[in-house]
């Protein structure tokens, strides 16, 4: 559950490693690194040159005509605060990470869909020319004119911007239709980006039919790569890490945000670029509230407070979701609310295999499914203060695919799951009449012979989140005892 936050993460790609031995080794890289040429501001980690190319060559072997992309441009916000981060399908076809550069893909030599005479590469990358005067303001930037740009960028054939459209208007001379990712209405709003390429696109070739490619994208994003799962193992490694901090430091009189800047904290020193969305920390009636992001109340004796943050690791996001008691002990009805929510959750984790449907509004009545599972025991455990079953207050869905977006493609059209997803599982019970909110999200990968619950570090039972705040309590008190004598 999330909004977006784009947060800037130092990147020191020459040092790395702890102690002694490390730092000396770190002075002679940093000697070294000095004497290297300026290298472009790539700040994530990426996968190899050659994954980027095998998704290249998948997408281009089911097209009957040019794939033309393009990524930000890096004016998408006018905020001050704001630091570029590349369109998601953009930067899973090509790793790259900086403003203004082109994708071309033509079908591949051989196919019955190559219509083309064209020489050389099947693919052509195009990146802004180098622009000494920007750079000094901006950092250095790759551009096509670059010793061994090919090798850095993966690409064969890497072309200056401008020359973009003399190329998309030579091939519409030979080709109908073209492929771009076409507009449509997101869920949280968005840049008017794809627009404005389609417009591109119509002035160089006004003629041609433009197709949607998203969808043979996305297929493509549902399974991860073993690289996108370790950079998602890091992501939620660093999430966990930053709910135990939460954990321990949760007590009445503090302010929600700053639990989410202790989060964010922990988060950034680890080594994440930036949040996965903005923290959501909701006390009180706030945890009833599915996307709270205010964070200006204070936490009160007695609160429940649920915190639903998680970080973006290269690019790749977790999401993590705990509800504590803000003294440390829950209240028996929070207790019992909490304990059917974990309920649900484990009977649908349980369920996870490749095959299963996630469930949606076509299937939501499919008797197996994992939403109706975990829908189920929420509406047949406990009532409300009326006597009435707590279903009607599990008011969304079970849980999406995480990936270069928090929520990922992958479940639309009550696809089954298959092995290399990753999902969330979030079951929730939200009742305002009694302040109450509950939600525990994990992150799911999916395997040959069922799943792998990639949060399971972080506890869930109830008595093992209170040892840690009464533990942490204890050590509190000591600190504090030592300070005053």
Not at 143 to 166: C, H, M, N, Q, Y
């Amino acid at each position: 559950m999330s909004g977006v936050l784009r947060r800037f993460r130092m990147n020191l790609p020459c040092v790395s490693g702890q102690g002694w031995a490390w730092r000396v080794a770190a002075l002679l890289l940093l000697a070294f690194c000095a004497l290297l040429p300026a290298m472009a501001q790539q700040r994530r980690e990426r996968e190899p040159n050659s994954v980027y190319a095998g998704r290249r060559a998948k997408l281009a072997s089911n097209i009957d005509g040019p794939v033309v992309l393009l990524g930000y441009t890096g004016h998408e916000v006018e905020a001050q605060t704001y630091i570029f981060a590349q369109e998601e399908n953009f930067y899973y076809l090509t790793g790259h990470n900086e403003e203004e550069a082109a994708l071309i893909l033509l079908p591949p030599a051989g196919s019955s869909a190559k219509k083309d005479d064209w020489e050389g590469p099947r693919e052509i990358f195009f990146l802004p020319a180098k622009n000494p005067g920007k750079e000094k303001w901006n950092g250095v930037r790759m551009s096509p004119s670059d010793p061994g740009i090919e090798s850095r960028t993966g690409f064969a054939l890497v072309k200056d911007l401008p020359e973009l459209r003399a190329t998309v208007e030579r091939l519409a001379k030979i080709y109908p239709s073209f492929y771009t990712i076409l507009p449509y209405e997101r869920e949280l709003g968005g840049y008017p980006h794809e627009k404005e390429v389609v417009d591109r696109l119509k002035l160089a070739a006004p003629q041609a039919v433009v197709k949607d490619i998203r969808t043979n994208i996305n297929d493509l994003r549902v399974v991860k790569s073993p690289t996108e799962l370790s950079l998602l193992r890091q992501a939620i490694n660093l999430s966990l890490d930053a709910h135990f901090e939460a954990m321990k430091m949760m007590r009445p009189g503090l302010f929600e945000y700053q639990v989410a800047a202790k989060m964010e904290y922990v988060h950034e020193m680890g080594g994440a670029e930036d949040e996965a969305y903005a923290p959501i920390v909701g006390a009180g009636i706030n945890s009833t509230v599915l996307h709270y992001d205010k964070l200006f109340r204070k936490i009160e004796d007695g609160d429940i407070v649920l915190m639903d943050v998680a970080a973006q690791y290269a690019g790749y996001a977790a999401d993590i979701t705990r509800t504590v008691p803000a003294n440390g002990k829950y209240t028996p009805r929070q207790r019992e609310i909490y304990e059917i929510v974990l309920g649900a959750q484990n009977a649908a984790i349980d369920a996870v295999r490749p095959g299963a449907i996630m469930g949606c509004r076509e299937k939501r009545d499919k008797k197996d499914a994992l939403y109706n599972i975990a829908y189920n025991y929420i509406n047949t455990h406990g009532k409300d203060l009326h006597g009435k079953p707590l279903g009607q207050y599990f008011i969304h869905g079970l849980g999406h695919s995480i990936g270069l977006n928090v929520h990922d493609p992958g479940l639309e059209g009550c696809k089954p799951l298959a092995p290399g997803m990753v999902v969330t599982m979030e079951p929730g019970i939200y009742i305002p009449e009694e302040n109450l909110g509950v939600r525990i999200e994990d992150d799911v990968l999916v395997t040959e012979s069922g799943h792998e619950l990639l949060s399971q570090r972080l506890p869930r039972d109830p008595d093992e989140i209170e040892k840690i705040m009464a533990d942490a309590a204890k050590e509190r008190a000591v600190t504090s005892a030592q300070s005053h004598q």
